[in-house]
């Protein structure tokens, strides 16, 4: 079982920023493609960025240009960089991996925009 451990959450004023990390265990985070999602109340899951073993990146629609996500083989991490947040940026967010067809989940780090 992978285990995938999200951090970096809080609740922060529109227009501010964060960054959120998913540790990966060792040895695994060079082998895993990784993918954001977020959850807001009510809501269904959104993609919000990914980034594959290849370093290849994407983006969803709803945050493109203040988003980066980037990956950290060496230290097992990946973190997700968010910039100019609204408060529809608030939701749960979760960090995915998947490789050779299996797929783990971390348990999700709540993220709140608000004044």
């Known amino acids: 079982q992978v285990r995938l451990v999200e951090s970096g959450g809080g609740l922060v004023h529109p227009g501010g920023s964060l960054r959120l990390s998913c540790a990966a265990p060792?040895?695994?985070?060079?082998?895993?493609?990784f993918t954001w999602h977020r959850r807001a109340p009510g809501k269904e899951r959104q993609v919000v960025a990914a980034?594959?073993?290849?370093?290849?990146?994407s983006y969803g629609d709803s945050v493109k240009g203040r988003c980066t996500i980037s990956r950290d083989n060496t230290n097992n991490v990946v973190h997700l960089q968010l910039t100019g947040l609204k408060p529809e940026d608030t939701a749960v967010y979760y960090c995915?991996?998947?490789?050779?067809?299996?797929?783990?989940w971390g348990r999700g780090v709540q993220v709140t925009v608000s004044s």
């Open positions: 995915m991996a998947a490789s050779d067809g299996h797929i783990y």
């Open positions: 980034i594959s073993t290849a370093y290849d990146e």
């Open positions: 060792e040895t695994m985070a060079s082998i895993l493609d």
